[in-house]
């Protein structure tokens, strides 16, 4: 089946042209890699979706994070409805890996906590990549590169079951038993089975043909009929023809495989404790004896143990230091792989191998783990390379590693559906920032819109939040110690109203779609450094992006490079994107969200004289002063000085604001107000 792509909207701007460049080089057999510059709010997804509807190949969708992850999974599932769409992320709720500190001779014992609605996404993932199926698109985060067993071994544990087949029905059993299905006389759940008289009543691992229920009815060696059922009343719900039963679990092996391995972990064994025993340590030969002895045992009871996966190589009888199987592996040789955010997903990818590596190694060196657990690990950048032939990577500020596999050509794309243009780039100086950040985001609230505050530290940037609360703005701050689940509720509560502005540090970059925000200020703008450099300083300003009001203000006392390379490239986007308004008569208008996360871009626009007279003003006073981008730059760049003369006028403003608040019974804006003002005068006396 071909991929067809459901929208109510077509390409517009320039995706119609990034659209037909990547499909160009996509196909072209002298590259392998095509970088996609969008600018935030451009519709890049939109784009990409496009393209794999043009390409028609099975498609890998890698992002850094699982939250993106599942945004993206949404919006493919809405752009293919028809075709399959898989996610394929990390399954743990919570993981704490096994690991030895030697210098406290501490050993932290493996402890997770397994999602089984992600397993059984898993499973289906792998599942439809083996159907044979070419209609598919998987969004997966970086556990792509992480090993999930054979491919082979997967397909090979499959039971395919068809009305009018013949089976013993204790080879059968025995099957599901090797596929890891537990038998029960209890209630159904997941990846068991209950026999009863003449049939066989399976819960599949994951859903198929609308459920995941099935009963077996045989009548003497013949399959009789296969049915859906519903699991709690054992009422038949349709008749099937065939179905086939996929093992439920990636690490699964035959019988002859588990003998297989067993007996090679037996010879490492002996090898490791004859080390261990040569250099005097008795205590890690008889801890690796103790520990892999009592593994054997369970896996040649019930076919597997706990932390399995660190024998992956016996079982899968690779040679050891060779790469482990990974989701890779289950897609056919011409897929696709789009990497969203790049700039971060990359380096990502790259980090993996390091640190599983090291912390295994104490493992190994103090007899918890054979050496072949070394080899249950990530892909090695080098063997991922190897494995991707064709790579789409989409980022707002691509890094160096993306545009040397693009030889150096990037694809473009600056025009927004909404025709929004990027936010102006101000810079304001930072020797008594906040006076003005209060009247800034004074101004955007007054408008029913939301602002965002960034800083370099989690302290700051609860020290900006509590200063903002004590003047009346209603506000929470955002980091990395604010559990996931509260992060999640405080974006909710700014897009909702119930706060107008979240100050945070790096979580505020890419990802984050909050097209009610209008005002984005950057404190500590002139700190050059990872959260101050061009990628940063881009993205973070792009959260503004969304809003026809659109405005970054950055704070700093000196031009440092990356806010000199950060105002030109955004004073070239704009002059791009004023230029196509003007020259096309468009109307820019603010993107809209709707409360499920799925982004709605109000795209249609009217060409008539009567709306063209309504053309933001400012926007063609722009576009016709536009110079060249160095003369723009330098007008940008603007002088902020601190004079006696306008502190006197600024606190004679709070005051008249002050009072007219008061008199409207607001005293929450007028305590907001008496607090600037006091703050001012107390700038006076200093001047």
């Known amino acids: 089946m071909d991929f067809k792509l ?13 659209i037909a460049q990547m499909v160009q080089a996509v196909e072209d057999n002298n590259k392998r890699g095509t970088t996609l510059l969008g600018v935030t709010g451009s519709g890049k997804t939109f784009t990409v979706a496009n393209v794999i509807e043009r390409l028609n190949r099975p498609t890998l969708v890698i992002s850094h994070n699982k939250t993106l992850a599942a945004q993206l999974y949404g919006e493919f599932k809405n752009f293919f409805p028809e075709n399959a769409v898989e996610y394929f992320v990390s399954y743990y709720d919570y993981f704490q890996p096994e690991a030895y500190i030697p210098s406290t001779d501490t050993y932290i014992e493996k402890d997770l906590a397994i999602n089984d609605e992600i397993e059984r996404m898993r499973l289906k993932t792998v599942a439809t990549l083996l159907s044979g199926r070419r209609d598919v698109i998987v969004v997966s985060s970086v556990s ?4 999930c067993g054979n491919p082979e071994a997967f397909h090979a544990s499959a039971i395919e079951l068809k009305v009018g087949d013949r089976h013993h029905r204790k080879d059968l059993l025995i099957r599901l038993v090797d596929a890891l299905y537990d038998r029960t006389d209890g209630e159904l759940t997941p990846a068991k089975f209950r026999v009863t008289g003449e049939s066989i009543d399976i819960m599949a691992s994951f859903g198929e043909f609308g459920s995941q229920c099935f009963r077996i009815l045989f009548f003497d060696r013949e399959i009789e009929a296969i049915y859906t059922i519903d699991p709690a009343t054992g009422q038949k719900l349709s008749s099937l023809d065939s179905v086939t039963i996929y093992p439920a679990n990636l690490f699964v092996s035959t019988r002859d495989q588990i003998r297989r391995a067993v007996d090679n972990i037996r010879e490492d064994l002996a090898t490791q404790i004859a080390y261990f025993e040569g250099e005097g340590r008795e205590v890690e030969a008889q801890r690796i004896k103790q520990r892999v002895e009592y593994d054997i045992e369970m896996i040649n009871e019930l076919g597997y143990c706990s932390g399995i996966e660190n024998y992956s190589r016996y079982l899968d009888n690779r040679a050891p230091g060779s790469r482990p199987f990974c989701l890779m592996d289950y897609f056919p040789k011409d897929f696709v792989t789009v990497i969203d955010e790049s700039h971060v997903t990359v380096p990502q990818i790259r980090g993996m191998y390091g640190g599983d590596h090291s912390r295994k190694e104490n493992l190994v060196e103090y007899g918890f783990r054979l050496p072949a657990a070394l080899d249950n690990r990530p892909l090695q950048f080098a063997e991922y390379e190897a494995m991707v032939d064709k790579s ?18 990037i694809i473009e794309q600056l025009i927004r559906p909404t025709h929004i243009v990027d936010p102006p780039l101000k810079l304001r100086s930072a020797e008594h920032p906040m006076d003005e950040v209060i009247e800034a985001i004074d101004a955007v609230v007054r408008r029913g ?10 302290a700051s940037a609860e020290e900006v939040s509590r200063y903002l609360g004590r003047v009346g703005i209603r506000n929470s701050y955002i980091h990395s110690d604010v559990e996931t689940l509260n992060r999640i509720q405080i974006l909710e509560d700014l897009r909702d109203g119930r706060i107008d502005v979240i100050v945070g540090v790096n979580l505020l970059r890419e990802g984050i779609d909050l097209p009610e925000v209008s005002l984005v200020i950057i404190l500590d703008a002139d700190k050059d450094g990872f959260l101050r450099n061009v990628r940063a300083i881009t993205q973070i300003s792009g959260r503004a992006a969304r809003h026809t009001n659109g405005q970054a203000l950055l704070f700093g006392d000196v031009v440092t490079g990356s806010l000199r390379a950060s105002i030109v490239d955004s004073n070239r986007r704009r002059a791009k994107q004023i230029a196509y308004n003007f020259e096309n008569n468009i109307l820019p208008k603010s993107a809209k969200k709707s409360g499920s996360g799925q982004s709605s871009l109000l795209t249609q626009h009217n060409n008539e004289a009567a709306e063209s007279t309504n053309i933001v003003a400012e926007s063609f006073a722009e576009y016709a002063t536009t110079r060249s981008a160095e003369t723009a730059n330098r007008s940008t760049v603007e002088d902020v000085s601190v004079t006696a003369e306008s502190v006197d006028r600024l606190i004679e403003e709070a005051r008249e604001a002050m009072e007219s608040a008061a008199k409207a019974l607001d005293f929450v804006a007028a305590a907001r107000h008496r607090d600037r003002m006091y703050e001012l005068q107390k700038l006076r006396k200093q001047l």
């Open 144 to 147: 792509c590169i992480y090993g």
């Open 449 to 458: 819109e939301r602002a965002i505050v960034t800083t370099i530290s989690k």
């Open 6 to 18: 459901v929208a109510a909207y077509t390409p517009m701007g320039d995706q119609p042209e990034a």
């Open 392 to 409: 789409i990577y989409v980022s707002a500020t691509p890094a160096d590693y993306e545009i040397e596999q693009s030889y150096g050509e």
